[in-house]
């Protein structure tokens, strides 16, 4: 007996050790959601339902607005192939998010395994409330814009492969290898998420000429019959093309027991409306409608998604015939206008915003109505007027609306940036002028953000240790100079020597980067330099600052002169012409016909203003575009690395003074820069009154740091923007009725 009892011992601890490794294996299979199921025993939890869109709970279906967030793939210091996100960073997000009020995360293409096995196990223990996602499915933008055919047999495999590896990893069911170098995840994904998945969205934005060379190439194209979307009369190839996508998808996922409702991405340049203001032709055409296809034997359903922003196309701020409607203040609002006239177009079926919002940057790259431009806002005038959209949204009668985006994403480009930049360089630095990084609610600050604060108050950099430099130099006003970086901003702090009073005394900070530049200036009064300046800062004035540069080094006046801007006087390109100009971007080009339906001009706008305010976020008069402070004598100063003339500060790249070749600037690697400090006082100079010699300032020290490389430190936090939202998300708590009655 003994020895059976020992036996039987030894085989159920074998037994519990294989139950253990089972239950391990088996536990993503393992999930409680409540749904509804077809005839044939298909899972649903969320269809549509006329113009709206519904969600099974509590044994019955009820209306639903999906109110969430957008998320990208990646954080600081990396590109979106390299896909770094960790799963505690993910489940900490997921918690941040749903105490915003979102429901739901739009997510753009197949993830690592990390994001679906965390979104399961934060769901796991939130059975009662979890958060949904919608899957978004990547489409071959690249070849598609390359050979403008959509029907093209490598382009449609390679769609058609992504949107069954999309299936299989939402469903936890495949094993997928990486492709870093072209922003493809991989792993092997045994997490089954599908119960979470609130719908999909196929494909990206579509490039107009692309979709009118796919309908001009197919235009005898035959009707596209699917098991579960086909066209309807009518439609065009490319329409037809979206068709047999989404019945891949469907035809994809009913084999994994569930249906959820499919959208294919979509954008206002694209869409069915017709913008007689809008002065690029390729804004307005062709169009992309969903309308023209329809759902078959798909109890889930079809909805219209669009990503719709404030200010871009230009015919936001500029066609009168969608300045007709007041927004939820009583404004004339062309977005409002929009929203109604879109919404009227879809009349039998949900249309989503599954993009909006506004970034928080000192660049600007568009500019809109109700000053809802494309950046050159603080976080508190995102938030306000990203909760303003979502207002308009809501109200409008939408299904849902997807706030852009959760998280900055340092490697992203803007078109009026990309060209000062180095492409293969931009994730590994904050580039406040580049506005499409910061649409995010949860910022990702360079890594100094914790550190010091501009605040006018010294002690901070006393606690930085060897982490700064003293720049040893004796300049008449100013007792002491300091100076340290991060991977977005120079920053100095200076002790002056008496308190600053821009009534009597102007301060200035030139900054030397590479030979050449202005000797002179009429804020030098009286003083020649023995070394030219590339960029100035003012201080004469009690609450703005600015810097200017170089007019032979302005790099907004070289890139642009022959696209639009006046004619530039001769004597502004000469090396040492004395003249600082503003610091400016573009936004938008010169536009005259016939290239375009009507003469547009040549837009800009001045980024070098420097706001004087605190950057501590803890305090309630906060602002995250502060560049400077001053209290008594101790100034403090943040600069941001663009506009010093950094390409790269990671690898201390500086544009040069060449001209830029196919409107792309070369590099010169330097060792650091040169501050050059003065004050001014009754048009002179203190301490160069009589002085004919030239102001020493190749004797001055450089502010030298080391390259970074691929190494980066950031703060993560919320913005401002986040607690505006939340307060503004939470209000909803479902959809409004509709308006139009159908």
Do not use: C
């Amino acid at each position: 007996m003994r020895k059976w009892f020992k036996y039987a011992l030894k085989l159920g601890f074998v037994i519990a050790i294989i139950a253990g490794v089972l239950f391990y294996w088996l536990r993503p299979v393992f999930i409680k959601i409540e749904s509804t199921t077809t005839a044939d025993g298909t899972h649903v939890k969320f269809r549509t339902n006329g113009t709206g869109m519904e969600e099974y709970a509590d044994q019955a279906w009820k209306p639903y607005f999906a109110k969430g967030v957008n998320m990208g793939a990646t954080i600081p210091g990396h590109f979106p192939g390299e896909l770094a996100i960790s799963e505690d960073d993910y489940e900490r997000w997921f918690k941040m998010i749903q105490d915003m009020g979102a429901n739901v995360i739009r997510i753009y293409t197949i993830m690592m395994p990390e994001f679906y096995e965390a979104l399961v196990k934060y769901n796991r223990a939130h059975q009662n409330n979890p958060l949904f996602f919608i899957q978004g499915i990547w489409s071959p933008e690249e070849q598609l814009i390359e050979g403008q055919d959509a029907y093209d047999p490598q382009v449609k495999q390679k769609f058609e492969q992504e949107i069954k590896d999309a299936v299989a990893a939402v469903y936890g069911k495949t094993t997928l290898t990486p492709e870093p170098h072209s922003g493809k995840a991989g792993g092997v994904y045994k997490y089954n998420a599908g119960p979470y998945l609130m719908s999909w969205i196929v494909g990206t934005e579509w490039e107009p000429k692309m979709v009118k060379g796919t309908d001009e190439l197919h235009a005898d194209t035959a009707d596209y019959e699917g098991k579960h979307f086909r066209n309807k009369p009518g439609a065009t190839a490319f329409e037809k093309w979206l068709a047999l996508m989404m019945d891949t998808a469907a035809q994809t996922e009913i084999q994994y027991g569930w249906q959820h409702p499919i959208a294919f991405a979509n954008w206002v340049t694209t869409d069915p409306l017709k913008h007689p203001g809008e002065p690029l032709v390729e804004e307005d055409m062709v169009s992309a409608d969903p309308t023209h296809i329809a759902a078959s034997d798909w109890e889930a359903g079809y909805f219209a998604s669009y990503h719709v922003y404030p200010y871009y196309p230009d015919f936001f701020t500029f066609d009168s015939t969608f300045q007709t409607m007041t927004n939820s203040k009583g404004q004339i609002d062309s977005y409002t206008t929009y929203l109604h006239k879109l919404k009227e177009a879809h009349p039998d079926m949900p249309v989503m915003v599954t993009e909006y919002g506004v970034p928080a940057s000192v660049g600007v790259a568009h500019l809109g109505t109700l000053g809802r431009n494309q950046g050159g806002h603080n976080e508190k005038q995102q938030g306000e007027i990203d909760a303003d959209l979502l207002q308009e949204i809501h109200g409008a009668g939408y299904a849902g609306a997807i706030l852009f985006t959760w998280q900055d994403e340092w490697f992203k480009k803007t078109w009026n940036t990309q060209r000062y930049d180095e492409a293969d360089r931009r994730a590994y630095w904050y580039n406040t002028l580049t506005n499409e990084s910061f649409f995010g609610v949860l910022g990702m600050f360079p890594s100094k953000d914790n550190k010091i604060s501009i605040d006018g108050d010294a002690s901070d950099w006393e606690r930085l240790g060897d982490d700064k430099q003293r720049l040893d130099m004796q300049v008449p006003g100013f007792e002491e100079i300091w100076a340290t970086h991060d991977e977005g901003y120079l920053y100095l702090m200076a002790k002056l020597s008496e308190p600053f009073d821009p009534s009597r005394r102007s301060v200035y900070l030139g900054v030397d980067t590479i030979a050449g530049g202005n000797r002179h200036a009429p804020q030098l009064p009286g003083v020649t330099l023995d070394e030219g300046l590339e960029t100035l800062i003012e201080l004469s004035d009690d609450n703005k600052g600015r810097m200017m540069i170089a007019s032979n080094y302005d790099l907004h006046a070289r890139l642009y002169e022959r696209s639009g801007l006046p004619d530039i006087d001769p004597k502004e390109k000469q090396d040492d012409s004395g003249i600082f100009k503003p610091w400016k971007l573009a936004v938008n080009y010169l536009l005259e016909h016939p290239d375009s339906r009507f003469d547009h001009p040549f837009g800009d706008v001045e980024v070098g203003g420097l706001e004087r305010g605190y950057s501590d976020p803890s305090r309630p008069d906060y602002n995250s575009k502060a560049m400077w402070q001053v209290h008594d004598q101790v100034l403090e100063m943040r600069i941001p690395w663009m506009l010093l003339g950094f390409s790269d500060p990671s690898s201390l790249s500086v544009i040069n003074y060449n001209q830029p070749s196919r409107n792309k600037f070369e590099v010169t690697q330097v060792e650091g820069v040169r501050i050059v400090p003065w004050i001014v006082q009754d048009n002179k100079v203190l301490g160069r009154e009589d002085s004919a010699e030239p102001y020493p300032v190749s004797r001055l020290p450089k502010y030298t740091w080391q390259r970074w490389e691929e190494k980066v430190d950031y703060v993560e936090r919320p913005k401002q923007s986040y607690s505006i939202m939340k307060e503004a998300m939470q209000k909803i708590n479902g959809p409004v009725t509709d308006k139009s009655g159908s």
